[in-house]
């Protein structure tokens, strides 16, 4: 029976997540139980590809085998493997099976088997049930019976993949990239998909990429994403936070020195453009560099050349840059703080990272992943979201986009097992520990208006200190703690800001 629905779909013409996803709808249909999950191993982590029955974020969840001693004798072995209800082994979806009524239920029955292709392992399918007895030795010959023809499922999407990206760079059109399954990118919607085909554009090439977007949108992790699909992915990838640099540093740690280059340079020293030789350069806040580095920065860009300090002749580099701001360089290069002709040789390819808030149910799939690096950390059975927390998520604007999003988790995660006080129960996260600032469940209260107090009169040094103290911590909180910037909005040097928020007892 199960066959029989499944054939068709072998030589069907279907996107990748379509057919995956049939093969599990069919599969619990055919099997009567609670939920089936494809799995696909990246390195050391078992990620899923299809899921049917779990919660909603099941699919952003990334599963570590040392983790999860199931799925490692699942991996271990080529024929079914089958767990006994009194199994002292954690079962790794615990508590998120979405047939649970209510409060979460832990699994009662659970069976899975390996995957293979072209002799090497793929990945893992798995069958759980909150009942005990779902499975018993006829379900498991049936599933061995069906493990050529999953594997062959797997087999044809890998090949149409492989094809349809062949014919697309003859065509030399774009190539569609999966979302959730490109390494370190988690998300499924629209404006990731089109931010995926972009990146799988400028990748192969040679073009320097300016990554621009809010604080918090994890420009770094799609910096990764580019380098590791490029052809230099095998050559190293320095990060470099340039709002971080001091500014008298700034120009030896790109550039290096020599020795007498300044006072305690007692040592030739190479810089991070050195370590970056064949590889790519990643310039977080580029637009925090000093105009001095600017300038030399565009010399590397236009000669594949950098001059250490103190030296007399100029090093050939073998460099890529790829460039992140959440600034606005346009304004800055108006404002006179940019270089024109630098931020024209940055952004000869720019990428805009779409904010949290328009990528709709990829919130969930984020919340899963940070809820199952949690739930690892403490050391917790089962953590989930309950159905009235995924709603305040998705309800929520998420101004510090995916970081907030992961510190939210991170903090509700130690409530709720601070008040629950168990790591072997089922826990889940409610609206009341996400502690967003957004009602639950209906439009915000009206606030009472409170009349003005009168000025209190304080000495002018005190009042002086109170009205420095309130912009030092409002510039901080505007920039998201960088100090350089704030101290550019303050108009002041940034070592002086720094002494100055000692004083006031800003930290």
């Known amino acids: 029976m199960i066959e029989s629905l499944l054939l068709p779909d072998l030589v069907a013409e279907l996107p990748t997540a379509v057919r995956l996803q049939r093969l599990v709808n069919v599969i619990r249909e055919g099997f009567g139980c609670g939920a089936v999950v494809l799995l696909q191993q990246h390195d050391e982590t078992l990620v899923p590809q299809a899921a049917v029955g779990l919660v909603s974020d099941a699919l952003g969840r990334r599963f570590e085998v040392a983790r999860h001693p199931r799925l490692a004798a699942l991996l271990s072995r080529r024929e079914p493997t089958w767990f006994d209800p009194d199994s002292p082994l954690p079962d790794p979806y615990d508590g998120l099976l979405d047939d649970s009524p209510g409060e979460p239920l832990p699994v009662h029955d659970c069976m899975g088997v390996s995957l293979h292709v072209e002799g090497r392992l793929w990945g893992a399918l798995t069958l759980d049930a909150l009942q005990s007895g779902a499975f018993d030795e006829a379900a498991r010959l049936r599933l061995q019976r069906l493990v050529p023809l999953i594997e062959a499922f797997v087999r044809i999407t890998r090949l149409e993949q492989e094809n349809r990206a062949l014919r697309l760079s003859r065509a030399d059109e774009k190539p569609v990239i999966g979302g959730a399954e490109e390494g370190g990118v988690i998300g499924r919607s629209a404006a990731i998909t089109r931010l995926m085909e972009e990146l799988g554009v400028v990748a192969d090439s040679e073009l320097p990429v300016l990554l621009t977007g809010e604080t918090g949108v994890g420009k770094d992790v799609f910096a990764r994403w580019v380098h590791s699909h490029s052809p230099r992915s095998k050559k190293p990838l320095i990060h470099v936070n340039c709002a971080a640099l001091p500014e ?58 950098i001059q250490r300090l103190g030296a007399d002749k100029p090093l050939q580099v073998d460099v890529r840059i790829i460039a992140a701001t959440n600034r606005n360089l346009a304004e800055a290069v108006a404002a006179g703080s940019f270089r024109a002709d630098l931020y024209h040789r940055l952004s000869v390819y720019p990428v805009p990272i779409p904010p949290l808030r328009e990528r709709g149910a990829d919130i969930l799939l984020l919340a899963g992943h940070f809820i199952e690096l949690n739930r690892a950390r403490l050391g917790v059975r089962s953590l989930r979201l309950s159905a009235r927390a995924e709603q305040a998520l998705l309800a929520y604007g998420w101004p510090g986009n995916v970081r907030e999003l992961e510190h939210v988790i991170s903090r509700a995660a130690l409530k709720t097992l601070g008040k629950s006080g168990s790591r072997q129960s089922l826990l889940t996260l409610e609206p009341e520990q996400l502690d967003l600032s957004i009602p639950v469940g209906g439009a915000p209260e009206p606030t009472a208006i409170i009349p ?45 800001l720094h002494k100055l928020a000692r004083r006031l007892g800003v930290k």
């Open 452 to 496: 003005e107090s009168p000025p209190q009169l304080l000495p002018l040094r005190l009042a002086t200190d109170a009205c420095q103290r309130q912009q030092v911590r409002l510039a901080l909180e505007q920039t998201d703690g960088n100090w350089a910037r704030a101290a550019r909005m303050l108009e002041i040097d940034a070592s002086n």
């Open 248 to 305: 008298s540093l700034a120009e030896s740690e790109l550039f290096g020195h020599v020795k007498g280059a300044f006072s305690g340079a007692t040592v030739d020293r190479s810089g991070r453009f050195d370590a970056a030789h064949g590889g790519t350069l990643f310039l977080d806040e580029v637009g925090e560099l000093p105009l001095s580095v600017q300038a030399k920065l565009l010399r590397t860009l236009q000669n594949g050349e």
